[in-house]
Structures are given as structure tokens and as C-alpha cells.
């Protein structure tokens, strides 16, 4: 007779792109959170939906804030 441990659940153990079946060194998609085998791994392969770009200007205007000079003329 088998027990199940309870709170655990199945795992899909399928490439999310290819359906291939997956072993326990494939990776999970840090943006969208699925799996992937190997040739599927890099977002541009699976064609992940993550903005990529909005993302990286967002920390660019974190990282550098606009700075402002002190006009001559009011200065008096």
C-alpha cells in the first residue's frame, strides 16, 4: 500500500515549449516561472513573455537619477 505525503503534489515533468520529458537538472524560467529542457532554457528560445526592456530601463533610472546644475544667473 502506498502513502502520500500530504501537500505534495505532481509535478509536470515536460518541457513547456517542446514536451520533451524532463530530468531533474532542466530549469525553471526565472520571468515565468516554467520549465524547460535544455535547448529551451534561455528566454529567447521559449519565446518568454517577460519585458526584457522595460525591465532594464527601469533600473537605469533607479541606478542614475537625473542631475541638475545650479544656474549661474541665480546665483546673486
Do not use: W
Amino acid at each position: 500500500m502506498e502513502t502520500k505525503m500530504p501537500g505534495a503534489e505532481k509535478v509536470k515533468k515536460h518541457c513547456g515549449c517542446c514536451r520533451k520529458k524532463l530530468a531533474l537538472s532542466d530549469f525553471n524560467c526565472a520571468k515565468c516561472s516554467v520549465r524547460y529542457c535544455g535547448d529551451h532554457r534561455l528566454p529567447e528560445t521559449h519565446a518568454c513573455q517577460h519585458d526584457f526592456r522595460k525591465e532594464g530601463q527601469q533600473l537605469l533610472t533607479k541606478l542614475n537619477p537625473r542631475v541638475v546644475t545650479d544656474k549661474v544667473e541665480n546665483r546673486i
